[in-house]
């Protein structure tokens, strides 16, 4: 069955510093990716999406991804870090022409000033 | 910018009650979703629906709920008789295509007692 992997639970971060937050998944064949934010209280907001093509992508708020198939991962970057990006931060995954995400646990992020 | 909204955004009620949590996908989507967030854990999927018929649903999704598009705007997830373990946060979402992004509302927050 598939499954996401965000092997890291807490991840404390200076502000300024750089981040990447860790993402693998066990699916058959290459699923559609994506990275979700949500503050506290808050719904989940997508932050970027990679369906196909250039394995790098950009999202909202400064973020990018890179996708690597050869590690079945999908890593989430941020060249320097804002205090507002603490959140708790959910990789998501959905077959080809399917339906349903398939969630990681997430991973909360602390931005220590 | 349109976005998926959702009502109550907080419902307690007590074990063995009817509930119904109300979501207005975005206008022009065409498949809905519900997913729900138990404490401390993982999102998880439990309906996916798209031409006024289920589409997938998970284990989850049992006899005990349902799911409804009443107009053209509104879609409910309906649980019949809530036990203490239906606590959880409930997030509806849509998506333009099959596949696509899905777009989350802010959830309701259902708690039984």
């Known amino acids: 069955a598939q499954s996401v992997t965000q092997p890291d639970i807490h991840i404390t971060v200076s502000e300024g510093a750089s981040l990447e937050l860790r993402c693998n998944y066990s699916?058959?064949?290459?699923?559609?990716l994506f990275w979700y934010v949500q503050s506290p209280g808050q719904g989940l907001q997508l932050l970027l999406k990679?369906?196909?093509?250039?394995?790098l992508v950009q999202g909202i708020k400064g973020f990018e991804a890179e996708f690597k198939r050869s590690q079945s991962s999908f890593n989430l970057r941020k060249p320097s870090v804002h205090w507002s990006d603490a959140a708790e931060y959910f990789c998501?995954?959905?077959?080809?022409?399917?339906?349903?995400?398939?969630f990681g646990a997430g991973t909360i992020l602390r931005v220590k000033s | 910018e349109p976005e998926v909204t959702q009502t109550p955004s907080h419902q307690v009620t007590q074990m063995g009650q009817e509930v119904i949590l109300r979501c207005v996908p975005i206008s022009n989507h065409l498949y809905f979703y519900w997913y729900r967030q138990i404490l401390g854990q993982k999102v998880e999927f439990l309906v996916s629906?798209?031409?006024?018929?289920?589409?997938?649903k998970s284990e989850i999704f049992d006899d005990q709920f349902s799911v409804e598009r009443p107009d053209g705007s509104n879609f409910t997830l309906k649980i019949r008789s809530t036990k203490l373990e239906d606590s959880a946060m409930y997030f509806c979402?849509?998506?333009?295509?099959?596949?696509?992004?899905?777009?989350f509302g802010p959830g309701t927050r259902l708690t039984v007692t």
């Open positions: 699916y058959g064949a290459t699923p559609y």
């Open positions: 979402a849509s998506s333009r295509d099959r596949g696509s992004e899905q777009y």
């Open positions: 998501a995954v959905v077959m080809e022409y399917g339906n349903k995400l398939v």
């Open positions: 629906f798209y031409n006024n018929e289920i589409s997938e």
């Open positions: 990679y369906f196909s093509g250039d394995t």
